[in-house]
């Protein structure tokens, strides 16, 4: 029997042995009535009676609470509740019916919002960077960790790093470059506008080019908002670098590799006595590329846009055997001697590039505080000195450039010049053994032995 609903009944009903409900109209016009139902456990649940094919029919409204509370509902509010769905019922035939529709078209815009939300966290600024990353290690890239520690300093602690990729505009660049420009970081911030456009450009491209990752395509770039910003005033900004140590300089600089752990100084010995190689090529040297029976070892250059690392070969002198046949001869005796010449862990991993520049930095700091050097020099420095002092022993500038591979990425170098220089890099590189020595003994200079060029092989 149904009691008359008012917040007063509602509120005081006691449970009883058995169910019971208190009921009361909607107001004129709106068909069915708002019921309580007294469960004998005391719950309160609203429920909207309603009448449909000539049988009483109840949906649901929610459970009483007389402040509302989470998930309660006063009366005033489960009234509210129910003439809605006395409004609804006027325009429908099957009010159950027509609200399990609206339940799943709500249920289907909540997953389409969702797998919005997640579809752009999954293409923010962040996941695309990282992806460049990726991609730049898989191809091999000595710049891939470069391009990482830029993006970690300059770039994913923005507010643009969890923005959809798409959406970020050629001004957010531009004034994401020039914090750091501004900053008196001119080369880095050069570096920052150079990996950005890489990063978008593989995007751009990716969805009509089937060497790019499908993954690229995701981020649905249509347009790169780096090209608009000047990369020639960064450029201008950059002073290039222009150190050479002395004479007296390599000298100190030579005693000091004397004092380093074997694997540290040598890798730096052995660019040094290769004419000046790029450390991080030399960390790269794999066991399978030394030949100390033909006396060569090969090295790999990935840079510039090759997609494959180009070989490159080079004579080994006594000096540069040396430093490598004590490596080699010790693995030899292992079962597992490893992959990796220069390694601290037996050959597993190759030695990381941050660790020669700790060296290097290190022997820098000793000897400015020996008064052996008054400028700060850096391993790049190092290079430029052996190319400057191959130039002053008489090595031709194309010699260099195939001992220091300058510059070879040409059709001609490409195609049509197979002559490899080994004779000349040989006595070119003998040349310049001796004269490391001279500057390490003191010894007056010897006379200049220039390499010439044999006939080239078409």
């Not at 911030?189 to 995701?218: C, I, M, N, Q, W």
């Not at 290097?360 to 420095?381: N, P, S, Y």
Request: some cysteine; glycine content about 6%; proline content about 4%.
């Amino acid at each position: 029997m149904a009691r008359q609903l008012t917040d007063k009944a509602v509120r005081e009903a006691k449970k009883r042995a058995n169910r019971y409900s208190l009921s009361g109209s909607l107001g004129s016009g709106m068909p069915g009535r708002l019921v309580c139902d007294i469960a004998p456990t005391g719950t309160k649940t609203f429920y909207y009676r309603y009448r449909s094919g000539g049988q009483d029919k109840l949906i649901k409204v929610g459970r009483y609470g007389a402040d509302g509370g989470t998930g309660a509902l006063t009366l005033a509010q489960a009234s509210e509740q129910a003439r809605l769905l006395s409004e609804r019922l006027k325009t429908t035939s099957d009010l159950k019916e027509a609200l399990e529709l609206d339940r799943r078209r709500d249920q289907e815009e909540r997953r389409v919002k969702l797998a919005a939300a997640r579809a752009a966290d999954l293409n923010t600024l962040r996941a695309l960077l990282d992806e460049y990353v990726k991609h730049l290690e898989t191809a091999g890239k000595q710049s891939a960790r470069d391009a990482r520690n830029v993006f970690d300093n300059h770039v994913l602690k923005s507010n643009l790093a969890e923005r959809p990729a798409a959406t970020i505009t050629s001004r957010e660049i531009t004034e994401l470059v020039r914090r750091v420009s501004d900053a008196g970081k001119s080369r880095t911030a050069g570096k920052l506008r150079s990996f950005l456009h890489a990063a978008y450009a593989l995007a751009v491209r990716a969805e009509h080019d089937p060497t790019a990752s499908s993954t690229f395509v995701g981020f649905r770039i249509e347009l790169n908002p780096v090209t608009p910003v000047a990369a020639g005033a960064l450029a201008e900004r950059v002073q290039p670098r222009d150190r050479a140590l002395s004479a007296k300089e390599l000298k100190a600089y030579m005693a000091r590799l004397l004092g380093l752990p074997s694997m540290t100084g040598g890798a730096l010995w052995l660019a040094l006595l290769l004419g000046g190689q790029r450390p991080a090529q030399v960390l790269r040297l794999r066991l399978a590329d030394v030949d100390l029976v033909g006396g060569t070892v090969r090295l790999f250059d990935p840079k510039g846009k090759r997609k494959q690392p180009r070989p490159h070969v080079l004579s080994l002198t006594v000096e540069a055997r040396a430093v490598v046949s004590p490596i080699i001869a010790a693995r030899e005796k292992l079962d597992d001697p490893g992959e990796w010449v220069f390694s601290s862990d037996l050959g597993k991993t190759a030695m990381r590039i941050e660790t020669l520049s700790a060296a290097v930095h290190g022997i820098v700091t000793a000897m400015k505080e020996a008064k052996e050097t008054r400028e700060h020099f850096q391993m790049r420095d190092v290079r430029r000195t052996c190319e400057t002092m191959l130039a002053a022993i008489g090595i031709s500038k194309d010699i260099r450039a195939q001992i220091l591979s300058h510059g070879l990425g040409g059709v001609q170098d490409r195609h049509y010049d197979r002559h490899e220089y080994m004779d000349e890099k040989r006595l070119a590189l003998e040349s310049w053994a001796a004269k490391l020595k001279e500057i390490a003994e003191d010894r007056e200079p010897s006379p200049k032995v220039v390499p010439t060029t044999t006939a080239k092989v078409a």
